[in-house]
């Protein structure tokens, strides 16, 4: 008896016994990766899908690296190979868990030579950047296309048959979804464009003091683990040269450094939600992403969230997330100069820079509530599956 039979003859019998119930439970395995910022959807998702959404969920953790592990201690064997072979077993062992109803795949390339055990049942796809995307950046991901042209051909149609057969798509930004049907020929159709989002309960809209005239210094907050990928230098180079005193700069990086100016602060190894982090973000009245490159921008909505006026580079996905000059302000990819003229623009008009938090925060909670984003993925989900 299969996990859909066993719920419709639980429903069935209650249904006998006189007792209402709800839908029958969909048993879903979740394919999540805890690689740098899809680690936040990870957690976000587990606090949002709530027992009332009729899902049954198998988490199936890929975290491509485990500490201690024999794979890792291999000697000679470079680490992207350790990272891969890892993530095989991971995957393997998470799917001998089913049968499921349905799988929910985070970035559909952690099924790479494995799409007989992906077509064994329905499943959903959802991702911030195509493989294609992601090469195009090059260097940036240090994904550069290196291998035979018959190789990159081969996974080519891989992918493009994974994002044909999946019931639907959700891609976080229109950039994304643009590429899954022009470059992997998806059905339009098929494709509904829902960010991950944040939980509005906990990115709370702060009364910042500093927004006060004379009140003391403007925080300024940076977030971005790839520190030079992300523009982390170029927000130095302008601490470096600004003749200003009324500003302090907190960067949240994993990159380790020991900052020469005195008004710059660095915090390392914080994790997604918390609470150190959420108080960065709370008492900053600025958040600027100066990045060289990104497929998307969870920091970004965060900041919003927060109640923040954004700074953040027009790259990959991130356009969907600013309104320019109304909730922060979108500038080209790696341009210090814009940067800095938008910093100083906002450090000089306190009131404008309130009124563009207040708009951040409203606007995220139009289209950056979790909750609600992963209602309306599983709603999507029953309709695609006929529930």
């Not at 991130?318 to 814009?338: K, S, Y």
Request: aromatic letters at 10%.
């Amino acid at each position: 008896m299969t996990v859909t039979e066993r719920n419709l003859a639980r429903k069935s019998g209650d249904s006998a016994g006189g007792r209402h119930s709800r839908p029958a439970d969909l048993r879903v395995g979740f394919v999540m990766s805890t690689e740098v910022g899809l680690r936040t959807q990870f957690l976000n998702w587990k606090a949002c899908l709530t027992p009332d959404l009729g899902i049954d969920p198998e988490w199936i953790i890929i975290d491509w690296w485990k500490h201690g592990g024999l794979i890792e201690r291999l000697p000679l064997v470079p680490a992207t190979i350790k990272a891969r072979v890892r993530a095989e077993i991971q995957l393997r062992g998470g799917l001998r868990t089913g049968p499921f109803d349905a799988l929910f795949v985070a970035q559909e390339r952690m099924f790479h030579g494995t799409n007989s055990a992906l077509f064994r049942q329905p499943f959903f796809i959802t991702a911030d950047v195509t493989a294609e995307q992601l090469a195009a950046f090059g260097s940036l991901y240090s994904k550069e296309s290196w291998g035979p042209v018959a190789w990159e051909q081969y996974k080519h149609r891989e992918r493009r048959e994974r994002l044909r057969r999946a019931r639907a798509l959700f891609p976080w930004s229109q950039w994304a979804a643009e590429s899954m049907v022009t470059d992997y020929d998806a059905d339009p159709s098929m494709i509904h464009v829902i960010p991950p989002g944040v939980d509005m309960a906990k990115w709370r809209m702060a009364d910042r003091i500093a927004d006060r005239k004379g009140s003391g210094p403007v925080n300024i907050l940076f977030v971005g683990g790839d520190f030079i990928r992300k523009g982390g230098d170029l927000l130095l180079d302008w601490a470096a040269k600004t003749t200003r005193r009324d500003w302090r700069l907190h960067i949240v990086t994993r990159d380790f450094f020991v900052p020469t100016h005195p008004a710059v602060r660095v915090y390392n190894r914080l994790q997604p939600n918390e609470p150190a982090l959420l108080d960065l973000y709370a008492n900053a009245h600025v958040f600027a992403l100066p990045t060289r490159g990104d497929c998307y921008s969870l920091a970004g909505i965060e900041a919003m969230a927060a109640g923040l006026p954004v700074i953040l580079s027009k790259t990959g996905g991130t356009g969907d997330i600013v309104r320019d000059d109304q909730t922060g302000f979108l500038i080209p990819p790696g341009d210090g100069p814009a940067l800095a003229e938008r910093l100083d623009y906002l450090l000089d008009n306190p009131d404008r820079r309130a009124l563009m938090g207040c708009a951040a925060r409203q606007d995220a909670e139009a289209r950056y509530d979790a909750k609600k984003n992963v209602q309306a993925i599983v709603q999507h989900m029953r309709d695609h599956l006929g529930r």
